[in-house]
């Protein structure tokens, strides 16, 4: 079992910086791989940003440049730190972890935290 919280949301001005946390508690030696989800209203959830256990990254091409995904395992939390936020930005951000075994593959999902850019 995995349990994650997410923090670090909040209200913003275009252009400008936020950082979102992820806290990872339980098997966290058993992950194998971290990502960041956003949910705008009426739309799709989609992968923002994603980081393995050999912390390999990768990006959807909408905020290469801007967002940078990393961790510390010291304190079992992976960061996405955002910048030159832009309104289409706005959105739930959820953190997922992704554990797999030698027969299943298990998703677990944070409570999400609210990310609003101001025009």
């Known amino acids: 079992q995995v349990q994650l919280v997410e923090s670090g949301g909040g209200l913003v001005q275009a252009g400008g910086s936020l950082r979102l946390s992820c806290a990872a508690s339980?098997?966290?030696?058993?992950?194998?791989?971290i990502g960041w989800y956003r949910q705008a209203a009426g739309k799709q959830r989609e992968l923002v940003a994603a980081i393995s256990s050999g912390s390999s990254t990768n990006y959807v091409d909408s905020v290469k440049g801007r967002f940078t995904i990393s961790r510390d395992n010291a304190k079992n939390t992976v960061y996405l730190q955002m910048n030159s936020l832009k309104p289409e930005d706005t959105a739930v951000y959820y953190c997922?972890?992704?554990?797999?075994?030698?027969?299943?593959?298990?998703?677990?999902w944070g409570q999400g935290t609210q990310v609003t850019v101001s025009s």
């Open positions: 997922n972890a992704i554990l797999i075994t030698t027969t299943t593959a298990y998703t677990y």
């Open positions: 339980g098997s966290t030696r058993s992950i194998n791989a």
